[in-house]
């Protein structure tokens, strides 16, 4: 096994030797200069970028289809979306210069439509894997992929908003998805969100038609949290509670009262009927501040602590309910199979 594959086994992500960062902002005299630094951004990620962005296709004849993906270790792992892959062990991979290689299909988990592929392959192009809990609204975000079978399409847009609930493709909801105004069509799925120093921090999910302008990625903070276990076990073993959330601020005066850490907190957004968290005595609206003694200020806290707290076993969850703090034991589930695997 690989120094590379090793390394994303043991919760880490292997980072390309980092060349010059895109332009900074500038302060531009007229609109040419504002124009020449916006489009020097943009052609920078994609030059960085597109060697490492792969088109997808899976099936023959009329039942066929495809989508992107995008390298993230030399030796060949390339991350995608489940719905791209879905019903498949093998995919036919074309690389930037036109190689066509096979794919196998290494994991994948419906529940983040997240899914890797592996093609037997060395000294590949790779992309580094960045921070999406840095992102912040308004900024630089461009996308890569094959849309329509047109490949190594570039489109830049802005970081629309965060912390967005998504029914998939495979009819599931995503939690914490990215909102881009990045332009995205069928084929993009599995390609990358790219910020402007090259730095991949989403992969492409969905769009929603006929609107326009209102696109959505993964994070990649989910893929990397999930990505040891689909590397060793082809699938992820989570607890389930049972609800659909986002992040949220939490007032000072409640992070004074109550001796919180964090600025941060996850707020329930729906329960599923009967699930753990409703049993638990959990509300719609509650902030979940804790988990199995654990700080939670984010949606992917919350996933991770899942991804390590034995099923079956009860933990105690502390939540903000109307200015009060609430404790409650909930008993994480296996997490259902979804309609369609």
């Known amino acids: 096994m690989s120094r590379f594959s090793q390394l994303l086994l043991a919760g880490d992500t292997p980072e390309q030797t980092p060349g010059a960062d895109a332009p900074g902002s500038p302060t531009p005299a007229d609109d040419a200069e504002v124009l020449d630094a916006f489009s020097n951004a943009v052609v920078a990620v994609a030059d960085k970028l597109r060697p490492a962005v792969v088109n997808l296709r899976v099936g023959r004849g009329p039942r066929a289809g495809g989508g992107s993906g995008v390298l993230f270790t030399p030796d060949g792992f390339l991350l995608t979306n489940h ?38 392959a060395s000294s590949l192009p790779y992309a580094t894997l960045g921070d999406s809990a840095r992102l ?58 790219v910020d402007s120093r090259g730095r991949v921090v989403g992969i492409n999910t969905a769009v929603i038609q006929p609107a326009q302008g209102i696109c959505f990625a993964v994070p990649v903070n989910t893929a990397k949290t999930i990505l040891p276990q689909l590397l060793k076990h082809g699938r992820v073993v989570r607890g389930y509670l049972g609800l659909h959330a986002r992040q949220v601020p939490v007032a000072p005066d409640l992070r004074n009262r109550y001796g919180l850490s964090g600025q941060t907190g996850v707020e329930i957004l729906m329960l599923e009927e009967d699930g753990p968290a409703m049993n638990a005595g959990l509300w719609i609206e509650d902030v979940v501040v804790a988990f199995a003694g654990e700080p939670v200020g984010s949606v992917d806290d919350l996933h991770r602590l899942l991804t390590r707290h034995p099923v079956g076993i009860p933990a105690p969850v502390v939540v903000l309910r109307e200015g009060r703090r609430v404790e409650r034991a909930v008993t994480p589930g296996p997490y259902p199979e979804p309609v369609g695997r």
Do not use: C, M, Y
Request: no cysteine; glycine share 14%.
């Open 83 to 120: 719905h791209v892959v879905q019903g498949h062990d093998t995919t036919r991979v074309r690389l930037a210069d036109g190689t066509e290689l096979t794919g196998r299909v290494v994991g994948n988990d419906p529940w983040t439509d997240l899914a890797v592929v592996r093609v037997d």
């Open 136 to 193: 912040k609204v308004g900024q630089l975000a461009v996308a890569i992929g094959s849309p329509l079978g047109f490949e190594s399409t570039v489109t830049a847009g802005v970081i629309s908003a965060l912390g967005r609930t998504l029914r998939s493709v495979s009819g599931h909801l995503v939690d914490n998805v990215i909102q881009t105004d990045a332009a995205l069509n069928p084929g993009n799925s599995g390609g990358p969100l």
